[in-house]
């Protein structure tokens, strides 16, 4: 049995944080050991910081109860043994967010990070595991620039919305059937807001018809996650064309996804479309990674699936549902997808990166 890898969780006490602490509660691999968030929660007893807003159905393991949880900025006090750190937290502002996170790099953690402010820089690779493992390439050019310690480095999730369906494009493009163009309706739930999505009275019983900025980055962020490594760079795929109308639903967790695509030439069947969603594996899978759900897509033939209450746990919470697979009158297929937005769209995937990066040798356990 390998000795686990200590990690931190910076934004601990945030709807992703204590996602990060439920998660890794049991994990084979990786235990909190340091948890940290603003100047607010510092200094308290993590039990006392999360009073009153810990929204976990489970409750805060007991090891953590009385862990004092750090400022993000006091780099003084990060404890010794910590190997890697989970970031969930945003400062002030995106260029803050930025060096925040380069600074743990600079200090030799490895960062994979949550937000954001990162996720546009040209040397961060923007991961989704079973979609391109390979852009990992992409951080010992980021060590050499910044010249940063060898264990140092920052990754980062992409939004968690595209989780919902960008793997099983990315599986239709392998098995051969490119994607030209895509529509997408998303019906995001109250979770992706954060702690105040769940608690405002405002954002309840409604559906709020923007989400101010989510469109760009659901329109922008599949052109680098689709991209190539290309010498020292991520080149974009900017052949595929995206129309994104994102929207805010009442429900607690599940980003659910309407999704209409146009392929650039051959165009499978409906079967050959289901066979290739339901037998696509990728690295995680195949390296039975901890969080690799098994399957990766789960395609449900009757029509009122996939639903939040009834699938948003598949895999537990990591694997993405699909239904509705069916020929459209302007488009050569519609379908609809969803994923476990605080879990395969934020801290599960961002652990199922890091359960990549020790298996292909990117973090060494100490
Ligand atoms: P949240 O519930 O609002 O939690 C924010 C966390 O950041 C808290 O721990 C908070 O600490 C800390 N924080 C806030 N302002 C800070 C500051 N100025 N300096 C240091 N720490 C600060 O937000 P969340 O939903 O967990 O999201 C966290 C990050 O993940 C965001 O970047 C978000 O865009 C991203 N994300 C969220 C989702 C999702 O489904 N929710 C999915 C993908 C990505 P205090 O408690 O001490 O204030």
Redesign the pocket.
């Known amino acids: 049995m390998r000795k686990k890898i200590a990690v931190g969780v910076?934004?601990?006490?945030?709807?992703?944080?204590?996602?990060y602490v439920r998660l890794l509660a049991n994990h084979p691999w990786f235990e909190i050991k340091d948890m940290?968030?603003?100047?607010?929660?510092?200094g308290k007893r993590y039990e006392e910081?999360?009073s009153g807003?810990w929204l976990m159905d489970s409750g805060i393991p007991e090891i953590l109860k009385n862990v004092v949880?750090r400022?993000?900025?006091d780099y003084e006090n990060i404890p010794e043994e910590i190997q890697l750190f989970f970031?969930?937290?945003?400062?002030?502002d995106k260029e803050?967010?930025r060096e925040f996170e380069f600074a743990y790099a600079k200090k030799g953690y490895p960062v994979i990070?949550?937000?954001?402010?990162n996720r546009w820089t040209r040397d961060v690779p923007m991961v989704v595991p079973e979609i391109n493992a390979a852009h990992l390439e992409i951080l010992k050019i980021q060590q050499r620039k910044r010249a940063l310690p060898a264990s140092g480095f920052v990754a980062v999730?992409p939004?968690?919305s595209v989780q919902s369906y960008l793997v099983a494009i990315h599986a239709l493009r392998e098995a051969g059937y490119p994607v030209k163009e895509i529509l997408v309706n998303t019906l995001q739930?109250l979770?992706?807001?954060?702690?105040?999505?769940l608690t405002s009275p405002e954002m309840q019983a409604t559906v709020s018809p923007m989400i101010p900025g989510e469109e760009e980055k659901t329109e922008k962020e599949p052109t680098k996650i689709l991209g190539r490594l290309v010498n020292s760079e991520i080149v974009p795929d900017t052949s595929i064309i995206m129309s994104a109308l994102c929207t805010r639903v009442p429900v607690i967790d599940g980003?659910t996804a309407l999704v209409y695509l146009n392929f650039a030439d051959r165009v499978p069947t409906l079967e050959q479309i289901t066979r290739i969603w339901s037998e696509f594996k990728a690295e995680p899978q195949s390296l039975n990674l901890p969080f690799a759900p098994h399957p990766a897509i789960i395609v449900r033939n009757e029509n009122d699936r996939p639903q939040v209450k009834l699938d948003v746990d598949n895999g537990n919470g990591m694997a993405i549902t699909i239904g509705r697979l069916e020929k459209d009158k302007f488009f050569h297929i519609r379908f609809v997808a969803l994923s476990h937005?605080?879990i395969r769209?934020?801290a599960g995937g961002a652990i199922l990166t890091a359960e990549l990066l020790v298996e292909k040798g990117y973090i060494k356990p100490g």
């Not at 934004?11 to 204590?18: C, D, F, L, P, Y």
């Not at 940290?36 to 510092?42: G, K, L, T, V």
């Not at 979770?191 to 105040?196: I, K, P, V």
Request: net charge positive; charged share 10%; glycine share 14%.
């Open positions: 910076l934004g601990a006490t945030g709807v992703v944080g204590q996602n940290a968030a603003s100047f607010r929660s510092a910081a999360t807003k949880v400022d993000v900025l970031s969930a937290t945003e400062l002030q803050a967010t990070s949550n937000s954001s402010a999730k939004n968690c739930a979770s992706g807001a954060g702690y105040r999505g980003h937005n605080t769209g934020a």
